[in-house]
């Protein structure tokens, strides 16, 4: 009966306790402990003095303990975005529970850009229900004196008798970029009709994909710019996920004879920096120059004699140049007449820019480029077919028209 009754007197303190607890009250870590330090002191039982005393339990500083913590990670916010992410908080507990967002916490939070609703839960009941709150989390990147980086920011949900819950709320702000091996280019000396590539490399150095993008080439006369088509990159846009690179082929491929300093403008998608290519480049003609310049031939009578004149031609560049007549060369004729019929050549694949077929350079004295024969054959070989069938054809529709006229003969 002793130590039944002793049992009792324990349940009736712990019930005690864990009122004063849930009321505000609370006890010190040192009350839990009897007087000489090994364990909770029991209350008086039965055959002990009536005179004895039991000490009243003194209050405990919930804020010095922490009930949980959570992490909510906006991750990687663009800056100038707004990001907004939602969480639930359940009572699992058998009391009501009240919670707030204290104005000074709201004003901290707004200096790192982020907002709460609600701020506040009052009386959330525990069981049996085990009802839910649910809150929201705005993150806004735009807001004044919220910088590029990694924001850390540490809120305690405090809870009214109760010790606080702290909520860490995390972001990386940051912008979408890409770095660039070479923003100056030069191309040298080009011939008028030929084509010289540079390539750069673009890569991604963020945390998040970046989409990029060339304009159109701005060549710089009199002190302003203007549009120029003697540039293109190809290709001229894509997106680069994190860590990645690719290679882009800037092509000068000058129509007239002049010098270029121009740029093309580089831009980065949600990223305001502007950023050029610079570019110096030359092209020069195949020129030759006759001397005299101007021929003239003394007169004659008609189907007399003839009159002739010397006249001297002049390479002034640095490169050989084969010279023929447009109008009497009959293997310009002919391969002009391969050009205009070959098909291949012209596919989309071998088109890199302005609806130039691409072709390697052709040296003087040789005959035109493997790609353009190789189209060439198959056109030819029909050609031929076609041509030997109608021979044979012909050949039939003459021998039947012979074996007619013998037979009315006899």
């Known amino acids: 009966e002793v130590e039944a009754e002793g049992r009792r007197g324990r349940t009736l303190f712990d019930e005690e306790a ?20 090994r364990g ?44 907004q992410r939602d969480f639930k908080v359940t009572n699992v507990g058998f009391s009501q529970v009240s919670f707030e967002f204290p104005k000074p916490l709201k004003a901290v939070m707004a200096q790192a850009g982020f907002t709460v609703e609600p701020d506040k839960v009052q009386r959330l ?12 989390v705005a993150f806004n990147s735009a807001r004044q004196g919220v910088n ?58 963020k945390e998040i994909p970046a989409s990029w993008s060339f304009g159109q080439t701005l060549q710089g006369e009199g002190g302003s710019w203007k549009p120029c088509d003697e540039f293109t990159t190809i290709p001229s846009r894509g997106t680069l996920n ?11 491929h000058p129509r007239n004879a002049k010098n270029f300093t121009a740029k093309i403008p580089l831009k980065v998608a949600q990223n305001a920096a502007k950023r050029n290519i610079r570019i110096a480049a030359s092209s020069d003609a195949l020129r030759i120059r006759f001397d005299p310049p101007v021929l003239e031939l003394r007169p004659i009578l008609p189907f007399v004699q003839e009159s002739e004149c010397a ?3 002049h390479n002034t ?47 003087p004295d040789r005959p035109l480029q493997d790609e353009v024969l190789r189209a060439w054959e198959p056109i030819e070989a029909a050609e031929r077919r076609a041509a030997e069938a109608a021979a044979a054809a012909a050949e039939r529709e003459a021998a039947a028209e012979g074996g007619e006229g013998g037979e009315g003969e006899g």
């Open 311 to 313: 006249v001297t031609m």
């Open 148 to 205: 590029l980086g990694p924001v850390d920011l540490c809120v305690p949900l405090q809870t009214r008798s109760g010790p606080p819950v702290k909520i860490y709320l995390r972001a990386n702000v940051t912008i979408p970029d890409v770095d660039v091996s070479s923003d100056s280019l030069k191309f040298g000396s080009v011939f008028v009709g030929h084509m010289r590539s540079v390539y750069i490399q673009l890569s991604n150095p």
């Open 317 to 363: 560049t640095n490169a050989r140049i084969e010279v023929y007549s447009v109008d009497f060369d009959e293997q310009y004729l002919r391969e002009e007449e391969v050009l205009s019929r070959v098909e291949g050549i012209y596919a989309p694949a071998m088109i890199g820019y302005t609806d130039v077929a691409l072709l390697p350079l052709r040296q």
């Open 125 to 136: 009941p525990g069981a049996p229900d085990f009802e839910t709150a649910e809150f929201a």
């Open 40 to 83: 909770p002191a029991a209350p008086p039982g039965p055959g002990d003095g009536g005179g004895s005393e039991v000490a009243v339990p003194a209050a405990i500083d919930m804020k010095r303990f922490t009930l949980a913590e959570y992490v909510l990670d906006f991750g990687n916010v663009i800056k100038g975005h707004q990001l």
């Open 242 to 252: 994190p860590g990645e690179s690719c290679n882009v082929q800037v092509v000068f």
């Open 18 to 37: 864990e009122r004063k607890l849930l009321e505000g009250g609370g006890l010190d870590p040192a009350d839990l402990d009897g007087e000489d330090g």
